[in-house]
């Protein structure tokens, strides 16, 4: 091991012991982890995520360890080994369910636990950190005040939530529908001995990826802000029935869904809402049950060395943000844009990769 590299990882054990022990966050430099010089900067703070439950279909928790062999209880930096851009379908429109598919809808929120996105060049580090972090740089983005090298943290609502996802044994090919309530959510696919996953939908309005692509399995996705979808938008989940605490929905909602839910009963042949597994904000879920009798496990696969799979949607670096706060972020895309040589949304995608940090408690 270089003397570098073992600097790094004595700064990355102390950093995470400091955490650990005060509950604050850090920021930890890790040189030499990508090509061409490039130089990444990561955060953690003391929402991380927690992976020690699993939710099954009826709410019960469930231990992850229970379920996946080989499962890592620390505290890790995790960074894939390649990212692979996806296109959304251009019509809006995905392969239906074959028949004797079993389809296995299920939605995360994707709001609490944050996995960190950044995009990188070796003169400035734009960062999409989790929504509400403050700006390390409370200045305009002036080109004459912009730091050589530097973290500047954009507010966002795109900061990607890793939700692992255990799917069960069972005779029928799986097709899976995953989807997020209009938060970004990166989908860890842990199949069980004996599961076939035959397809994975991703359907989004913003920033969302999968990882650990099971063999075989065909992946497609949907922008739904995007011109293709027409005005589909992102599911008003709950909205129909209750907002949850009470108050009445307001109409533009109850439009949006209805709006969503005609075009999901034209993809996959039913309502929006059936068989929903689950509505909230959890680290990990069950597709199905697992049969009291097996005995079989996940085999366990982390991010660290995989690929992710990362649906851009419209806007990578800014969703929800404050109106006085557009130009700022327009300024900061278009800093990246030349700092990497970039043309199109696509290309911007590219330059962003997760770095996944996996805390249990």
């Known amino acids: 091991m270089e003397p570098k590299t073992i600097l790094l990882s004595l700064v990355g054990l102390g950093a995470a012991f400091a955490f650990l022990t005060t509950g604050e966050g850090f920021k930890l430099p890790i040189d030499g982890l990508l090509p061409g010089g490039m130089t990444t900067i990561g955060t953690m703070d003391n929402r991380s995520a927690r992976l020690t439950e699993i939710e099954r279909q009826d709410g019960a928790p469930l231990e992850l360890a229970t379920l996946a062999e080989g499962f890592d209880r620390d505290t890790v930096m995790a960074m894939p080994a390649a990212l692979q851009v996806l296109t959304p379908a251009a019509d809006c429109a995905l392969t239906a369910p074959a028949k004797g598919e079993r389809v296995v ?5 994707g709001s609490e636990q944050p996995t960190l996105v950044y995009a990188y060049a070796e003169d400035m580090v734009l960062t999409q950190a989790a929504a ?37 044994p069972g005779p029928e090919p799986v097709y899976l529908i995953l989807q997020d309530r209009n938060a970004g959510v990166l989908w860890n696919i842990l199949p069980m001995p004996g599961a076939k996953v035959a397809r994975v939908v991703l359907l989004s309005g913003v920033a969302s990826g999968v990882v650990n692509l099971p063999e075989g399995a065909v992946l497609e996705t949907v922008d739904l802000h995007s011109d293709a979808c027409n005005g589909v938008g992102a599911p008003k989940w709950a909205l129909p029935q209750t907002d949850g605490i009470g108050r009445d929905t307001p109409q533009q909602d109850l439009d949006a869904y209805a709006a969503y839910d005609r075009w999901y009963r034209g993809a996959f042949g039913q309502p929006a809402d059936k068989d929903l597994l689950h509505r909230g904000a959890s680290n990990g879920l069950l597709a199905g049950s697992v049969p009291p009798e097996t005995a079989a496990k996940a085999t366990w696969r982390g991010v660290a060395g995989a690929t992710v ?25 278009n800093h990246i844009r030349a700092a990497f040589g970039l043309d199109g949304a696509a290309d911007l995608a590219a330059a962003v990769v997760p770095v996944v940090y996996e805390r249990v408690q």
């Open 132 to 168: 509400g972090l403050e700006h390390h740089y409370k200045y305009n983005l002036d080109e004459t005040k912009l730091p050589k090298k530097g973290l500047i943290n954009v507010r966002s609502d795109l900061a990607l939530q890793l939700v692992n996802l255990v799917v069960p």
């Open 309 to 333: 799979h990362l649906m851009p949607a419209d806007l990578v670096f800014a969703s929800g943000a404050e109106e006085h706060d557009a130009w700022f972020i327009q300024r900061a895309e």
């Open 105 to 109: 809808p299920l939605l995360a929120n």
